[in-house]
């Protein structure tokens, strides 16, 4: 079945730098990746996603880039803010079924 | 925030005990989820209904013991838990489950549940 790797699992960074959160899976034909937020105590949230036709998505500060032959997948934040320290997710399935999630990244951002 | 609740937010109960989580999502949709999330750990998916039928079932114990009645309703039975049953259970749900669909899946505030 697919595996999910997440790294890393704790990222530290400065307000207004760029934060990368690195993903692979093992199923070659996953092709929905979603990205979940989930701040202390809360839910998670979708924040954004890719499918398998396109190798980026953008949306404002948060981008997503996946590279099918590699098999990974990275989300980019630019100009971090403290809002944006949460747990991240990846997660990686085949057109959007039973979800399989990687670790989780712990994001801090310094202000 | 309220497009999917859950009941109860905490439980804490014995392992002799028999409880049971609420999860009711009120955004018409026909697949509903329970994932399992604890310290460290990666969410793990548990059950998952579509229109009412169960199409997966993660490997779990039988301790847990899901019930959807509706859409719009899903239930996880609790009886006979250990104490690393402990962890914070989510419920989700999303549009259904057909062939090519990419739906997003909206989360629950979670039951955050201790055994004893």
Known sequence: GENVEQHPSTLSVQEGDSAVIKCTYSDSASNYFPWYKQELGKRPQLIIDIRSNVGEKKDQRIAVTLNKTAKHFSLHITETQPEDSAVYFCAASINGNKLVFGAGTILRVKS | ?116
């Open chain 2, 1 to 116: 925030e309220t497009g999917v609740t859950q009941t109860p937010r905490h439980l804490v109960m014995g392992m002799t005990n028999k409880k049971s989580l609420k999860c009711e999502q009120h955004l018409g949709h026909n697949a509903m989820y329970w994932y399992k999330q604890s310290a460290k750990k990666p969410l793990e998916l548990m059950f998952v209904y579509n229109f009412k039928e169960q199409t997966e079932n993660n490997s779990v114990p039988s301790r847990f013991s899901p019930e959807c009645p509706n859409s719009s309703h899903l239930f996880l039975h609790l009886h006979t838990l250990q104490p690393e049953d402990s962890a914070l259970y989510l419920c989700a749900s999303s549009q259904d489950l057909g062939r090519g669909s990419t739906d997003t899946q909206y989360f629950g505030p979670g039951t955050r549940l201790t055994v004893l």
